[in-house]
């Protein structure tokens, strides 16, 4: 348990190469840190200033608090406004194969995602369908990325979310026998035409580029959201919410 306050260090984590250096990464905000607590993420420090906040009794069991002033509490926040919590915690990096599956899952896959607010609200999503993981596919943000923390609400601690490469995903998807749906404009099947109520990813591109030949070519069945307007795509979170909300009707 780090509990020195070193404000210095805390605002290091916001660059990649320390939090990949420690393992360690800024979650910031109530909704934030409790998400973390209740899905047993380990704490190295919890900073709380209770001018601003104050914690219900023993909310936080087990875990040692530091407190200190607002002015100490702008050092390590982030921009103007002071949410008055903050640890560092040590998240689990989750690999492919301890991936724990129930019957006909759903996973949701993203490939070359760049912004960690379209990760964030993909998790979001995820979280409140109840999807099984989220897979990252040469992504291009980190996993707890501290703004994929503060854009999730902390969901990235609720659903297994895994960085790997597209080949790496493709091998783990077929030992498990899991069907590969890849949304792209260009398909020919609509999204809701398709049966999502078996073993089911559904892997999205980012909005710029779309998918890669790897996924067109290796994916069981392109499928497509209708577009009737004149911008081509949506962004990735919300055709990632369309498609998974799509599953859930299925299912239902």
Known sequence: MISTFDPIFIQSLRKRENRDKTG??????????????EAGVVFESLFICEEIFTPARGEFNNIDITTISKDEFAQIAFGARLKGILALCKPHIYPLDELKLKENPLIIMLEGVEKP?????????????????????????????????????????TVPTIATTNE???????ENNIDVYAATAHADALYTDCDLTKATAIIVGNEHEGLSDFWLRESDKKIKIPMVGEGGCLNVAMSASILTYEVVRQRG
């Open 117 to 157: 607010g379209n990760l964030g609200a993909v998790l979001r999503t995820c979280d409140g369908a109840g999807v099984d993981a989220v897979i990252m596919c040469d992504g291009k943000t980190d996993v707890y990325n501290h703004n994929v923390v503060r854009s999730s609400i902390g969901t990235v601690f």
């Open 168 to 174: 790496e995903a493709l091998r783990y998807l077929r």
């Open 24 to 37: 360690l990464t800024i979650v910031e905000g109530y909704p934030e840190v409790k998400h973390a607590y």
